[in-house]
């Protein structure tokens, strides 16, 4: 056995298979027809079973309870066996044998997961060993055949799972910076309050052109790139939460010129209309949270203008 074996060895982490993880694998399994699947579906969902129950006693949040997860009828990926780390991504458990020295791996099963943890699952069916990990996008992983020696160590995934959960909350604050960022360039401009004119008042510069028990429709002539254009909100609500708003941008002067862009902030996300034809609207729903903040951005190359509201 070769030193770095004998590391990796010495880093498992045995874990009880009890009778209820047993009882559950069982079940499950008896849903598919062949006897080759039913077996490799118990030892996977051994597996995934011992997995969640080794995270959650680490602290990690874990998501296995879905009902689909043990339908075979309604799980599209089949036989695969993920553990799913809300937040971290997917990690996919593989069963290997006692004293397996190689696993085949299929490049294409990494997408969108954190990687592989491989587990041995005792003869007895009453003891599992958690052998090591490779995360995904590994160089090892790009190879049909892996060698358990080059396997990290559990130690190592536990720190790899720490470091994809600061990444995580450093995405986070990220997004926090950027609506703070949101919030201050609110702060500097001015802002013109939906909710008002559903109550019959309107700022000076926009044009009421309809309005009904609770939907109003208001007009502004704006000028961009020595161009006239006429941005028109109509705005409803039919409840207290939500607030629905058609934006409508069209020229004064006949139809939109080409390569004009009119954008809004979508979540954590900007969507944008692009004229790429002959046309004389864009035109853009949205559902809105009453109170928050949006802007629309009128774009003709480097040349813009934004108007800002709170639904």
Sequence with gaps: MSDKLNVLRELAIPFPVTASFRRQARVYASQY??????????????AVLVADAYFRLLGFETNITQSERWNAARRLWSEASELELPGLGNLECRVIATGQDTVILPPESLSNRIGYLFIEIASSEKEATLVGFLPAFHPETTDVEVTIADLHSMDDLIDYLAQQET????????????????TQEFAEKKITYLRNWLNNIYETDWEPSMRALKSATCKKKLQLAEQVFEMQLSVSQNNDELIFVRVNVQSKSGSLPRGMQVSVPDESDIYTETVNEAADLISIPLELSSGEEFWVELRIGETFIREYFIA
Aim: aromatic share 10%; hydrophobic share 25%; charged share 20%.
């Design 33 to 46: 027809f062949t006897q080759d699947a039913q077996e490799r579906t118990y030892f996977n969902t051994l």
């Design 167 to 182: 990444c995580s909350l450093t995405d986070s604050l990220t997004e926090t910076v950027q609506t703070n960022d949101l």
